[in-house]
T-cell receptor, first 116, second 117 residues
Framework: AQTVTQSQPEMSVQEAETVTLSCTYD???????LFWYKQPPSRQMILVIR??????QNATENRFSVNFQKAAKSFSLKISDSQLGDAAMYFC?????????????FGTGTRLTIIP | GAVVSQHPSWVICKSGTSVKIECRSL??????MFWYRQFPKQSLMLMAT?????????EQGVEKDKFLINHASLTLSTLTVTSAHPEDSSFYIC?????????????FGQGTRLTVV
């Protein structure tokens, strides 16, 4: 079974600064997907960024980028130019590419606070 | 984009009664939907996989007789909490993906906050 670990329960960053959230995972599969989801106070889950394991290039979405280290099974999220609206819980998630196994396995989450 | 709608957003029920939560895919068909439970300040824990036209697949430790799941159509899955007790109070979230985007993104409902008094 796959596991996802987020070792930082809480993080804070000054507005406009950069912060990195950590995520490690364990799997025996060679192909899979990794995601970062954001859950603001509304509790609506919002996709931030995704990475396909077979792609070596790190995914980027505007101010959000990942550092994907497949050998180390590490998948960190970097938020640049932090904004007040980035304050939320961030969950790292793993998904197998095996047919019929479409569920997401989530980490325990990191609560990000933005300091004005 | 793909939209998943969950209803109700919140519900309060008396201990011993049953409550039904609906999860609808509004603009796509979903043969599979997922039900998660989230305790305060915790992560999402998968409860079960809802399969259209067949029985749901429950995760270990989840009572299938207590959490009844029905996936009667390609756009609707329901979760019924039977004989609810205060310990069932939680936040329940469903998710689904269009068939051609199963690997790229899961779309989540708004969640349902259940309070059992």
């Amino acid at each position: 079974a796959q596991t996802v670990t987020q070792s930082q329960p809480e993080m804070s960053v000054q507005e406009a600064e950069t912060v990195t959230l950590s995520c490690t995972y364990d799997t025996s599969e060679s192909d899979y997907y990794l995601f970062w989801y954001k859950q603001p106070p509304s509790r609506q889950m919002i996709l931030v960024i995704r990475q396909e394991a077979y792609k070596q290039q790190n995914a980027t979405e505007n101010r959000f980028s990942v550092n994907f280290q497949k050998a180390a099974k590490s998948f960190s999220l970097k938020i640049s130019d932090s904004q007040l609206g980035d304050a939320a819980m961030y969950f790292c998630a793993y998904k197998s590419t095996n047919f019929g196994n479409e569920k997401l396995t989530f980490g325990t989450g990191t609560r990000l606070t933005i300091i004005p | 984009g793909a939209v998943v709608s969950q209803h109700p957003s919140w519900v309060i029920c008396k201990s011993g009664t049953s409550v039904k939560i609906e999860c609808r895919s509004l603009d796509f068909q979903a043969t599979t939907m997922f039900w998660y439970r989230q305790f305060p300040k915790q992560s999402l824990m998968l409860m079960a996989t809802s399969n259209e036209g067949s029985k749901a697949t429950y995760e270990q430790g989840v009572e299938k007789d207590k959490f009844l799941i029905n996936h009667a159509s390609l756009t609707l899955s329901t979760l019924t909490v039977t004989s609810a007790h205060p310990e069932d109070s939680s936040f329940y979230i469903c998710s689904a993906s269009p068939f051609d985007r199963k690997n790229t993104e899961a779309f989540f409902g708004q969640g349902t906050r259940l309070t059992v008094v």
